[in-house]
């Protein structure tokens, strides 16, 4: 009985500590690629008629798809302990892909949303390399296809190679890394982006 009273004793002393350490953790930070605009925002003005470009999900490599914010140490994946992305990676480098080509392209609808027929384009990203390395080194390497929705036009086919080197001693300075090669492959698939899909 005394035994088993002390064990009790212990495990509540054991459950108070964990709860305290649990509490004395740092709060966890959530990060975007977007940033929020602080110009004036104009209202577009779409003719019934506007072009529609449907920016697909992007493609990247799946331990690279999660909330975790990683950098690389040669062969080794290392997860930030205290941020993570608010959205999987592939949803928040869509959202800002299409955010910046939408930039660019201000008479058509650019969605990364389902449309109710079918778009005038789709634009497919697919990131096959997408590397921030430890000694503050960054790496993507993507290729990208626009599909008309009429089949006599030509479909469209690039690919880019992109390196930036930056601060990576902060989540924050990693995410902003990532940010700038992001906005940077965005340019470039804006380039194959016809003017009046």
């Given at each position: 009985?005394?035994?088993?009273?002390?064990?009790?004793?212990?495990?509540a002393?054991?459950?108070?500590?964990t709860?305290?350490?649990?509490?004395?953790?740092p709060?966890?930070?959530?990060y975007?690629l977007?940033?929020?605009?602080?110009?004036?925002?104009?209202?577009?003005?779409?003719?019934?008629?506007?072009?529609?470009?449907?920016?697909?999900?992007?493609?990247?490599?799946?331990?690279?798809?999660?909330?975790?914010?990683?950098?690389?140490?040669?062969?080794?994946?290392?997860?930030?302990?205290?941020?993570?992305?608010?959205?999987?990676?592939?949803?928040?480098?869509?959202?800002?892909?299409?955010?910046?080509?939408?930039?660019?392209?201000?008479?058509?609808?650019?969605?990364?949303?389902?449309?109710?027929?079918?778009?005038?384009?789709?634009?497919?990203?697919?990131?096959?390399?997408?590397?921030?390395?430890?000694?503050?080194?960054?790496?993507?390497?993507?290729?990208?296809?626009?599909?008309?929705?009429?089949?006599?036009?030509?479909?469209?086919?690039?690919?880019?190679?992109?390196?930036?080197?930056?601060?990576?001693?902060?989540?924050?300075?990693?995410?902003?890394?990532?940010?700038?090669?992001?906005?940077?492959?965005?340019?470039?698939?804006?380039?194959?982006?016809?003017?009046?899909?």
């Open positions: 009985m005394m035994l088993s009273l002390r064990r009790l004793s212990c495990l002393l054991l459950s108070g500590c709860l305290l350490s649990s509490c004395a953790a709060p966890l930070r959530l975007t977007g940033m929020p605009s602080d110009q004036e925002a104009t209202q577009p003005h779409l003719s019934p008629r506007a072009s529609t470009i449907e920016i697909s999900r992007t493609v990247i490599p799946d331990y690279l798809d999660s909330q975790d914010i990683v950098l690389r140490n040669g062969e080794e994946i290392l997860r930030s302990p205290k941020s993570r992305w608010a959205t999987r990676l592939s949803l928040g480098i869509t959202d800002l892909i299409t955010n910046q080509i939408a930039l660019h392209h201000p008479n058509e609808l650019i969605t990364d949303q389902p449309l109710s027929d079918a778009a005038t384009l789709r634009v497919q990203v697919n990131i096959s390399r997408l590397d921030v390395d430890a000694n503050g080194s960054a790496v993507l390497d993507a290729n990208w296809a626009v599909l008309p929705q009429d089949p006599n036009k030509p479909l469209i086919r690039d690919r880019v190679h992109l390196a930036e080197t930056g601060d990576v001693s902060t989540d924050a300075a990693v995410a902003a890394l990532m940010r700038k090669l992001i906005i940077e492959l965005a340019n470039h698939v804006n380039q194959s982006v016809p003017p009046h899909a």
